[in-house]
Structures are given as C-alpha cells and as structure tokens.
C-alpha cells in the first residue's frame, strides 16, 4: 500500500464522509449501494482506458514512409522545351 492511501483513507472517513455516507445509505438503500460502487468503478475504469488509448494515439510515432524515388526527366523533352522567352536549342538563326 502506498504512503497516500492512509491519509486520503483518514480524509474520506472524517465528519464530512460519514455525514455523505449517511445521506447515500439514506437515499439509495443498502442493498443498491454495492451496485452503486461498483457502477462507479466501472465507469473510472472505462474512462481511464479511453484516456490511455487517446494519450497513446498521441504520443505513437507516425508510421515511416519509404524515400520516393526521384522522377526522371526524358532528355528529349528536356532539350526542346525551353523557358518562356528564350530561344530553344533546336532553333536554327535565320
């Protein structure tokens, strides 16, 4: 058992957790007090599973994607095209 157990043990136990005990048992009844309990466990156990699944999600690398490989320019295409106000290389002066 942890250090932390036995003063928040002492802390849930004093005046203000008797008197909200009480006012539960009176409320709820003694028999729906387990299924109450229990209801409540499952419902923070639920939620810190949805939690540890989120932060995982979060936190997991992304999956690697292989290097593309570089495209290759046709020669051909590369000597006739030419920039916009120049003269290509296939072009003869007159």
Known sequence: MS????PT????FGPQGLMIFSILLLLF???KLPELARGMGLAIKEFSKAKNDIQDEILR???AQPPQAPKQIDAEVAKTEAPAGTKSQNETHV
């Open 29 to 31: 009844g003694a028999k």
């Open 9 to 12: 043990l002492a802390n849930m």
């Open 61 to 63: 690398d992304p999956p």
């Open 3 to 6: 250090t932390l157990f036995f």
